[in-house]
């Protein structure tokens, strides 16, 4: 499946959302479209995500952090891993964000969750094969259009949707030599949700390819930093993409993840 243009547009309307309208059902054209995606979007094996239109109110009730309160939501997704494929955290955060912006797309909101939701209890919804994992879940519906002060007060008034300047990430070919594509790429990729906002990424630029890799290795959180650059990997090549320039992904070892050369 070639990646759709309005991901890319999506990319600046995405935020995350933790209060949904209960007044507001998806319409039943957007939860066959939403079915649709899972089903289509699984660009790499050992990754899959699974649409649930079914309210998640027990996967996020008495979550023991303020932070991850979610509230109302109609449905969700199940960002669902095998753990006997030693890429899989990066397929999963590529694979994951395509259908996050998809639904961003059809006007509705989401919000990765991978820390603090009670996964047994949503473990017990779904079927998964002895190695499979539950690696997040994501709320999904109709946000409320106001962004009340409690839903403020969770993203720290904005600062948990603010981004590390550019300069901080990108290392390699100065930007003065960058070619146009480099530039779309990595500021795309910039826009990338993390877990807790770390933003733990780097970006290698040489003449035809951009490297991704971590910048400290290892969990935080119980959370895998991979599962973060595999986001900014589809934003990255949603960038290039739009740039009219076509590439290829290599996965690579620690710290590397990935390595994007062009056509
Ligand atoms: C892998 C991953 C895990 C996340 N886990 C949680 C979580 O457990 N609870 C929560 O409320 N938000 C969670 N988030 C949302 C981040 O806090 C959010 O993406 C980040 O602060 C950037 O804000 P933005 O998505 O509005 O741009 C997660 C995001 C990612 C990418």
């Not at 109302?72 to 997704?77: E, H, K, M, S, T």
Request: glycine letters at 6%; proline letters at 6%; a positive charge.
């Amino acid at each position: 499946m070639l990646l759709p243009r309005k991901w890319y547009s999506a990319i600046n309307v995405r935020r995350s959302r933790r209060r949904y309208d209960k007044s507001k059902p998806i319409e039943p054209v957007k939860v066959e479209k939403l079915h649709t995606v899972c089903a289509d979007f699984r660009p790499f094996s050992g990754v899959r995500v699974e649409f649930f239109p079914e309210p998640p109110d027990d996967i996020f009730a008495n979550a023991f952090w303020f932070y991850s309160m979610i509230k109302n939501a109609p449905a969700f997704f199940a960002f669902i891993g095998d753990t006997s494929d030693d890429h899989m955290q990066e397929k999963m955060g590529y694979t994951g964000e395509g259908i996050i912006l998809e639904a961003t797309a059809l006007g509705l909101g989401t919000c990765w969750v991978a820390l603090s939701y009670r996964s047994k209890s949503a473990m017990s919804m779904m079927k998964l094969s002895a190695t499979e994992k539950l690696i997040a879940v994501s709320p999904v519906g109709y946000a409320t259009d106001v962004i009340t002060f409690e839903e403020k007060a969770i993203t720290g008034f904005g600062a948990n949707h603010k981004r590390n300047p550019l300069s901080t990430m990108v290392s390699g070919l100065e930007q003065a030599q960058w070619p146009p594509w480099v530039r779309y790429a990595v500021e795309a990729a910039r826009l990338s949700p993390s877990a807790i906002n770390r933003q733990p990424w780097n970006f290698r630029i040489e003449k035809d390819s951009i490297t991704v890799s971590v910048k400290s290795p290892g969990m935080e959180f119980n959370v895998s930093k991979r599962l973060d650059c595999g986001i900014a990997m589809l934003h990255l090549e949603l960038g290039v993409v739009n740039q009219g320039v076509q590439g290829e992904w290599e996965l690579l070892k620690q710290p590397d993840v990935a390595r994007f050369t062009i056509k």
